[in-house]
């Protein structure tokens, strides 16, 4: 079992849906959750970060951790074509990243 | 900004070739990491370091090595390239001790080996 599940899509949604991205983990020892976007041809740019349990909120993106169920997601709000891109979970384990296989999301106009 | 290069964009070799990917990072980062990501497998750590002539293995180290001779600059080796060794090779770095341990990646490099 990986330390790290993320469904790779693609997820086709429609310009001003509410997208949901989720991944989940086995490792109870994570302490910060972080969500990387990947635009095509591009290397992955931190997009988010949480500590501990919680919800963190910055414009149209909401990333939930809930600790107890080891399960994180990231929310897009009112999303844009511009949003179209890969979506990396990603997990702090000892002296690296522990990412997910990433979602790839499609944005139509 | 911090910013880290990698030496090209696409790069073409045949298989037997030795291959050298380069890194740069500008931002005085200890620690450096090699990932290769392909479909369906995302980002899979090949090897980092974390200081100057230091090298961890990750989870995928065979048939790959490392070099890391000064801090800005970490080199990928492929010793003897072969076609399962075609994929995109993505280059981090990060602060030692930070919090959550944001990296930041290069553009990445597509090597296809024929």
């Known amino acids: 079992q990986k330390e790290v599940e993320q469904d790779p899509g693609p997820l086709s949604v429609p310009e001003g849906a509410i997208v949901s991205l989720n991944c989940t983990y086995s490792n109870s020892a994570f302490q910060y959750f972080m969500w990387y976007r990947q635009y095509s041809r591009k290397g992955p740019e931190l997009l988010m970060y949480t500590y501990s349990s919680g919800n963190k909120e910055d414009g149209r993106f909401t990333a939930q951790v809930d600790k107890s169920s080891k399960y994180i997601s990231l929310f897009i709000r009112d999303s844009q074509p511009s949003d179209s891109a890969t979506y990396l979970c990603a997990m702090n384990g000892f002296q690296k990243l522990v990412f997910g296989t990433g979602t790839r999301l499609l944005v139509s106009p | 900004d911090v910013k880290v290069t990698q030496s090209s964009r696409y790069l073409v070799k045949r298989t037997g070739e030795k291959v050298f990917l380069e890194c740069v990072q500008d931002?005085?980062?200890?620690?450096m990491f090699w990932y290769r990501q392909d479909p369906g497998l995302g980002l899979r750590l090949i090897y980092f370091s974390y200081d100057v002539k230091m090298k961890e293995k990750g989870d995928i180290p065979e048939g790959y090595s490392v070099s890391r001779e000064k801090k800005e600059r970490f080199s990928l080796i492929l010793e003897s390239a072969s076609t399962n060794q075609t994929s995109m090779y993505l280059c981090a770095s990060n602060l030692a001790g930070g919090q959550y341990n944001e990296q930041f990646f290069g553009p990445g490099t597509r090597l296809t080996v024929l």
């Open positions: 931002m005085d980062h200890e620690n």
